[in-house]
């Protein structure tokens, strides 16, 4: 098969080097990629979003399988695209419709939908500029601290978290009147606040059956002991010790389920990746948020513990005999490092050439913001490189990744030394 995934993060990384494994793979295709990707395939300097461009590719190259990584052409409605061309119709691509994909891109849709299927998540109302001052009286009602959710993409931004009823007030006023995150505010879910811990639960579905992928839990802050500002995503772990057989049963019948038995009762097709992020609260899980796509950095953690052969995982996806397919899971736990920009997530150091990628001893470096120069390898992007240990225990894990980590150099290169460290 001719493959093409589109995206250049580290996630596309960890899916290219698990698909150039599989004997099923002729050749790949990365758009955009990036230093990493190349070694595993061909980079295509094509942007995710240039459907006319993907469709010009694709046909050139005999393509038989699209696999998207981010949301965002997803939300474009890349599927719906290839569905309508005659000369694509054929291609199969993983990753949902439009529709489908507002999952992710509505936050108002999502919480109906879970709404009408009984699906465990915070309580919630949505309001836009016409019901503000209902906004106001269901915020003094609330309890604090109350959740306000852009209900668009506002690229990891949108989600605030309020401890007084007057910053509440006012951010609702500043999302819906304002435009604070632009359109994506035009529309606000109001959420109570869930105190919990969080994980990330992966499910591949072709529409009717599903497979749940291995769990991870990721750390989003830049600062050690999870503090500072928001960034996407600074390590992973998988497994998560807490999401015991137990916890995975309650999330397999109460949220697993019901999603994918909604999505086709509504008569949704969904063909690809539905990332729950997931509140354990007290041993009960809740639905925060759905993802139409997997995540990064939890798809680094995720690949390395799929024994199977993606490809013919991804095969069933699109073939809608998903079921028939054989998904083995190792036991070993993997850990995964992010190595960042200096002063990123704010404005951060770009274009600094990498060295010590030979020096790491027993890991995956994994690529995300980077780009080749001649032979030198240098850090592009915001986060650079993630790097991923599998090893026999999460101790071994934790410690070879961050240790692995610290084999690199670049100016101004951060990672955090704590990640994993909160689950020993
Ligand atoms: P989301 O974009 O919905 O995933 O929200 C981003 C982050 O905000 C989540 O990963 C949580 O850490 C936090 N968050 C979102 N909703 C809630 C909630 N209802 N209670 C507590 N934390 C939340």
Not at 79 to 99: C, S, T, Y
Not at 142 to 153: H, S
Not at 314 to 336: F, H, P, Q, Y
Request: aromatic share 8%; charged share 25%.
């Amino acid at each position: 098969m001719n493959i093409l995934l589109l995206g250049s993060g580290g996630r596309e990384s960890a899916f290219s080097w698990k698909i150039s494994q599989s004997p099923k793979c002729d050749n790949l295709f990365i758009a955009p990629g990036n230093a990493g990707t190349g070694q595993y395939g061909t980079n295509v300097n094509l942007k995710v979003t240039d459907f006319e461009g993907i469709k010009a590719f694709a046909l050139a190259n005999s393509i038989n399988m699209v696999l998207v990584g981010p949301e965002e052409p997803l939300v474009k409605g890349i599927h719906d695209f290839f569905l309508a061309d005659e000369q694509l119709k054929n291609i199969p691509v993983i990753g949902p419709q439009q529709h489908a994909a507002r999952l992710e891109g509505s936050k108002d849709f999502s919480k109906q939908f879970m709404e009408r299927h009984n699906i465990p998540t915070a309580k919630s109302r949505t309001f836009t500029r016409d019901t503000l001052q209902e906004g106001f009286d269901y915020l003094a009602t609330a309890g604090l601290p109350v959740v306000l959710k852009a209900d668009g993409l506002a690229a990891g931004k949108g989600v605030l978290i309020c401890l007084t009823l007057e910053e509440a007030r006012q951010e609702l006023l500043e999302m819906l009147t304002e435009a604070k995150f632009g359109d994506a505010s035009s529309k606000v879910v109001v959420e109570q606040f869930l105190q919990g811990i969080e994980l990330s639960v992966f499910v591949m579905t072709d529409g009717n059956s599903y497979k749940v992928l291995p769990e991870a839990k990721d750390y989003k802050r830049i600062g050690e002991g999870d503090s500072g500002l928001n960034t996407g995503g600074m390590g992973s772990v998988s497994p998560v010790p807490f999401a015991d057989e137990d916890f995975m049963r309650k999330v397999e019948e109460r949220i697993i389920i019901p999603t994918v038995e909604g999505l086709k009762q509504e008569g949704i097709p969904y063909k690809g990746f539905i990332f729950i992020g997931l509140m354990n609260c007290y041993g009960e899980p809740y639905t925060i948020e759905y993802n139409c796509r997997m995540g990064d950095p939890e798809t680094e953690s995720v690949m390395p513990r799929i024994e199977s052969d993606f490809v013919d995982l991804l095969i069933g996806v699109a073939e809608g005999n998903l079921i028939e397919r054989e998904m083995v899971i190792s036991d070993k736990v993997a850990a995964t490092v992010v190595c960042v920009a200096g002063g990123y997530p704010g404005e951060y150091l770009k274009d600094k050439a990498i060295s010590g990628i030979d020096n790491v001893r027993d890991s995956h470096v994994f690529h995300a913001g980077t780009t080749l120069n001649g032979e030198e390898v240098r850090a592009t992007g915001g986060r650079v490189l993630a790097i991923t240990s599998l090893q026999n225990d999460m101790f071994s894990a934790l410690q070879q990744a961050t240790a692995d980590a610290s084999r690199i150099y670049y100016d101004g290169v951060y990672f955090r030394k704590d990640i994993g460290f909160d689950l020993l």
